[in-house]
């Protein structure tokens, strides 16, 4: 860890929703850390909070640690309405570089997604169809296949 002092990025809100069903207000905290030692190095941090508790996770973006709070809330079968989270998304090497991770792509099969289709991840939209990390990567992969036959 860095002794570079953490900038903070804010706060967001989103709901997360647990096996029943019911909707859950949740609070996200964004933090990070940019330096050049040997290097450059980014910490990405985020802490989600709601009723039922607490998770933070740290890694070199903010879709990374996302994705890492996403399994943890799994466990628990609570999962985030957002585009982070959704099964039809894409991050890009430039996007991630450019957002540190908090921009996505809504994609489809065979099609490069236009800037017009770039959104938060902490975002909602009625196109959101929530997915495990496995199964977002999963499309991730058949799209980039999907690209590469073109």
């Known amino acids: 860890m860095s002794k570079v002092p953490e900038k903070s990025l804010g706060e967001r809100e989103i709901f997360l929703r647990n096996a029943s069903g019911q909707l859950l207000l949740a609070t996200i905290e964004l933090g990070c850390r940019d330096w050049t030692?040997?290097?450059?190095?980014?910490?990405c941090r985020i802490k989600l909070r709601w009723?039922?508790?607490?998770?933070?996770?740290?890694?070199?973006?903010?879709?990374e640690s996302f994705k890492q709070?996403?399994?943890?809330?799994a466990l628990q079968s609570i999962?985030?309405?957002?585009?982070?989270a959704s099964r039809k998304i894409v991050i890009t090497g430039m996007a991630?570089?450019?957002s540190l991770g908090l921009k996505?792509?809504?994609?489809?099969?065979?099609?490069?997604?236009?800037?017009?289709?770039?959104?938060?991840i902490f975002d909602s939209g009625d196109d959101i169809f929530p997915a495990s990390v496995e199964e977002q990567q999963e499309f991730q992969r058949e799209w980039a296949e999907s690209i590469r036959r073109k």
């Open 37 to 43: 030692d040997n290097g450059r190095h980014t910490e």
């Open 69 to 73: 709070i996403r399994k943890q809330l």
């Open 104 to 120: 996505v792509y809504k994609a489809e099969i065979g099609n490069f997604p236009s800037r017009k289709q770039l959104v938060s």
């Open 96 to 98: 991630a570089d450019m």
């Open 51 to 63: 009723a039922g508790g607490e998770i933070e996770c740290i890694d070199s973006h903010f879709f």
């Open 79 to 84: 999962y985030p309405m957002c585009y982070g």
